[in-house]
């Protein structure tokens, strides 16, 4: 059994008129211990997602319509706000993509960290234990840092910052949104080592959420690509980023430069990513995928495992070149 | 001869006024930067955020007052210039910049944006062949002419794109200072708009001054690249040899910071520390500080920009020893 089950899961977004489906029958499974990354282009629902895992969604904005989320066998929309408290905390951790505004402004960082053991590991709630974690992140002099503000650190800090405060609850699961994009790319570097070195000491699963086929390579075990709100294919990292099966992953991979490329123009996906409420019907790639059919207009592709551990929402998948 | 030929250029911004408002210190954000651009070309420029390479863009069309050094521009000395023969000068060269919703103004219509150029330098004087230029221009860059009419807000991101481009384009300018043009893009639309710039250079003989931090892109599009750190050029050359054989330490560094699909666990070098501050420059060689090959030297003393192999220059100490003793 997985850690994680995401099981056709729809959410509406209920702001004003009439709703708007932001996910729709979105497929996740993390294994314990695995990193699991989400790609997909602003508007594809990464972030939905991972905020509906740990129930972040405000009940005022959105409506779960279908499907369920289970961590650990649990129901996480069955959980009583007791219950909620321990999943949040101890079960997933969560690193936001902004840091800066993440953070809170007013509180020194130790404190922050601090209030996080207080409620998720109240016997660890000691300065030393919050000095070690800054340390674990790779933060120096920590116990000059902990009296610091989120305002006196660089953004690389911050985000540093941001994993102790997640990582010292020693959650299950960590979700991190983005964690490197607000970052240049050496920094970028030093941050995803540390995910990635805590995550073999620490034993945790990681659900990584990214645009960046780049840091997918590096650190994941397998990956999940959205589009327009549901999950469009789904595999062990290397088959998918080397042999990808749906048009939407192939073309997605091939419109991006590569150092070292040698190609005179890149591949280009004709048009843009749809909004929500302006989804089209049938398979929502097909107005701009070069194999759609007539059929790709109206009929809903099914997800469906196409070779073990590979799942596509497609009819005609990529053939594998051999 | 050069198109663009940038010599010396520095611009240093006050700081921390004092009580009656004189600075007490100066943001180096550009010192000492010496590029070339041959028509026709692309000249890609990369570095951290914070390195000064927008502002550098920025100086070079004139938006930035420089503090010191020229910058020559078919021939003549933008730097000194100012008024009217400023916006005479300026005619053949453009920018385009990395936000698209904050670099048009959301009260004007497309034609009027597109149109602006075109009035100031008195290009097209008859209303009908204006409107037909900016119908052309906005075919040209992928558009339907109908759109003129239309106001920003009811463009995507990738369109809003496309239209400062043929902005840009409007005055048929020989130069174009493109400042992130595509960082703020979905990935599936920046190669739309990555494939349009190099269509665009093609056809219209082009040069630009492509700025951006994605080092991929700028390697794809660019014949030459430069390397920018903290308000300096670190390296130069064709942006092949530099890429795949980079000669700089913090090139080096930067390159293998770029993760790409496919390749797993590579050899890393991971760069201890953030970018320092430029209202407080390292002493010597502003990298050192972070620099995994730094000697005592480095510190005291700032490397010199020099040739290392023809059409590479690098500003590093121990580049120069292993490259004389080989």
Known sequence: MSLLEVDQLSVDLVAQGAPVRVLDRVELAIDAGQVHALVGESGSGKSLTALSVARLLPDTLTRRVAGTVRFDGEDVYGLDPAGLRRLRGRGVGYVFQEPSTALNPVMRIGTQIREMLQLHRPKEATDAVVWRWLERVGIPSPDIRARQYPHELSGGMQQRVMLALALSAQPRLLIADEPTTALDVTIQAQVLDLIQSLQRELGMAVLLITHNFGLVGEIADRVSVMYAGQVVERGPVSAVLNAPRHPYTAALLGSVPRLGDVRESLVVIPGTVPSPGHWPGGCRFHPRCSRATPGCATDQPAWREIAPESWVRCPYPVEVQS | ?326
């Open chain 2, 1 to 326: 001869m050069s198109l663009l030929l940038v010599e010396g250029l520095k611009v240093h911004y006050p700081a921390r006024p004092d009580w009656r408002g004189r600075p007490r210190a100066w943001v180096r954000a550009v010192d000492g930067v010496g590029l070339e651009v041959a028509a026709g070309e692309t000249l890609g420029l990369v570095g951290e955020s914070g390195c000064g390479k927008s502002t550098l863009g920025r100086a070079i069309v004139r938006l930035e007052t420089p503090t010191a050094g020229s910058i020559r521009f078919n021939g003549e000395d933008l730097a000194g210039l100012d008024g009217p023969a400023l916006r005479r000068a300026r005619r053949g060269l453009q920018m385009i910049f990395q936000d698209p919703y904050g670099s048009l103004d959301p009260r004007w219509t497309v034609g009027q944006a597109i149109g602006e150029g075109i009035d100031i330098h008195g290009l097209i004087q008859e209303h009908g062949a204006r409107r037909e230029r900016i119908g052309g221009l906005l075919q040209d860059v992928g558009l339907d002419p109908a759109v003129a009419d239309r106001y920003p807000h009811e463009f995507s991101g990738g369109q809003r794109q496309r239209i400062g481009i043929a902005r840009a384009l409007a005055v048929e300018p020989k130069l174009i200072v493109c400042d992130e043009p595509v960082s703020a893009l979905d990935v599936s639309v920046q190669a739309q708009v990555v494939n349009l710039l190099q269509s665009l250079q093609r056809s219209r003989g082009l040069a630009y001054l492509f700025i951006a931090h994605d080092l991929a892109v700028v390697e794809h599009l660019s014949h030459r690249v430069a390397v920018m750190y903290l308000g300096r050029i670190m390296e130069l050359g064709p942006s092949r040899t530099v890429c795949g054989d980079p000669l700089h330490p913090y090139t080096r560094a930067l390159l293998s910071a770029v993760p790409e699909p496919g390749v797993r666990r590579r050899e890393r070098v991971i760069l201890q520390g953030d970018v320092p501050s430029p209202l407080q420059p390292p002493s010597g060689c502003p990298f050192h500080p972070r620099c995994p090959v730094a000697v005592a030297r480095c510190r005291s003393e700032v490397p010199e920009f020099r040739e290392v192999a023809p059409g590479r220059s690098v500003a590093c100490h121990e580049v120069k020893e292993r490259f004389g003793a080989s």
